[in-house]
């Protein structure tokens, strides 16, 4: 059974401050919650506040980006080592956002994922095509690609380990959301990717995730579909109240 998971990804929001109230309120929120896995990832400088509210609850941390090598001459880079130490157990890896602004290629997710893995993390690989792809009706060739690339080299045992995140790019703070059947049909491409890259309990056992605008009001429809298993969230996990309502899909 994939138990999903619901993570809120901050991105470049919340002093440190306002970091520790949203997560006591999503640490209140989250009491009693056993359908689904709940994951905060604030930005760097608010990973210990966070842990430190966290701790105890069922609550978990996660990343936002990382680096793969250990230590060294990297100025500005953090660690997965490090990143355990502070208590993450999870990282996003390559979401759209790296790859749009920052160079994210394939082969550094795959460094990334790697590195995490390695660290005994749980590496959240985003994938997931541009409007300008998917008029071009190009989403099954970047949906494989990302995952070929990001997920290259890789066991069985430590594919078992991955969270898959689906975004569309087009569906990322824009309001639209894929439509559940969108979602459901490129969630069905990866899983049979998973298949032919891990084998059918690889591919039974891994979590993927939705994300794209997803709100209180379209969380319920989409997660009732069948290879959905959780979402990952933006603009809706800034607010305590609309995250709260998430958790309850
Ligand atoms: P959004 O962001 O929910 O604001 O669309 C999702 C994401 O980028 O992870």
Redesign the pocket.
């Known amino acids: 059974m994939r138990i999903p998971l619901i993570a809120g990804?901050w991105k470049l929001n919340k002093t440190r401050s306002e970091a520790e109230a949203l997560a006591k309120a999503v640490v209140e929120a989250s009491r009693g919650v056993t359908h689904a896995e709940v994951l905060l990832c604030p930005v760097f400088t608010s990973l210990e506040t966070v842990a430190r509210v966290v701790a105890g609850s069922n609550v978990k941390l996660g990343a936002q980006d990382v680096y793969w090598e250990e230590a060294g001459a990297f100025t500005g880079e953090v660690s997965a080592g490090l990143l355990k130490d502070i208590g993450c157990t999870h990282v996003i890896v390559a979401?759209s956002e790296r790859r749009q602004f920052f160079g994210e290629t394939n082969e550094t997710a795959n460094r990334k994922v790697k590195a995490v893995l390695k660290n005994g993390m749980t590496p959240i690989l985003c994938v997931g095509e541009t409007l300008a792809e998917r008029e071009g009706n190009k989403v099954e060739q970047v949906v494989t690609e990302h995952m070929r690339g990001g997920l290259a080299g890789l066991s069985a045992g430590e594919l078992a380990q991955v969270v898959i995140a689906y975004?569309p790019v087009w569906?990322?703070?824009t309001g639209k959301t894929a439509s559940p059947a969108q979602a459901q049909e490129v969630h069905a491409l990866i899983r049979r990717l998973l298949k032919e890259l891990g084998g059918e309990e690889v591919a039974a056992a891994v979590r993927i995730q939705y994300?794209?605008?997803?709100k209180p009001d379209n969380v319920k429809e989409l997660m009732g579909m069948p290879d959905i298993d959780g979402a990952?969230?933006?603009?809706?996990s800034l607010k305590a109240d609309s995250f709260a309502a998430l958790l309850k899909f």
């Open positions: 990804n979401h975004e569906a990322i703070g994300g794209g605008s997803v990952l969230v933006g603009g809706a």
